[in-house]
């Protein structure tokens, strides 16, 4: 069975910083593209970041230069590093495994809300 576990999320103000984490279990990670997406209330989920088995990155324009993603072969985990925050950050982070269309997993969410 497959799991993606997100941890990491809470309440930050405007500049502050969190670490996202997403352990995998039921998977090799590293033969997985691995990303982060949100949702914010109201709003259609969106990429934040990706990496690929190779180590590539991809980001959504929003969080470039601010955000990082990585990953921990051994410990099956992808992290997603978000610094200076913003009000607009504010949102549930969902990871997701992707191999194929079919192959193709997400967690529970984590929450984080940036206040002002």
């Known amino acids: 069975q497959v799991q993606l576990v997100e941890s990491g999320g809470g309440l930050v103000q405007a500049g502050g910083s969190l670490r996202l984490s997403c352990a995998a279990s039921?998977?090799?990670?590293?033969?997985?593209?691995m990303g982060w997406y949100r949702q914010a209330p109201g709003k259609q989920r969106e990429l934040v970041a990706r990496?690929?088995?190779?180590?590539?990155?991809k980001y959504g324009d929003s969080v470039k230069g601010r955000f990082t993603i990585s990953r921990d072969n051994a410990k099956n985990t992808v992290y997603l590093q978000m610094n200076s925050l913003k009000p607009e950050d504010t949102a549930v982070y969902y990871c997701?495994?992707?191999?194929?269309?079919?192959?193709?997993?997400w967690g529970q969410g984590t929450q984080v809300t940036v206040s002002s």
């Open positions: 997701n495994a992707e191999r194929s269309v079919v192959d193709n997993f």
């Open positions: 039921g998977i090799t990670s590293v033969m997985y593209s």
């Open positions: 990496i690929f088995g190779g180590g590539g990155t």
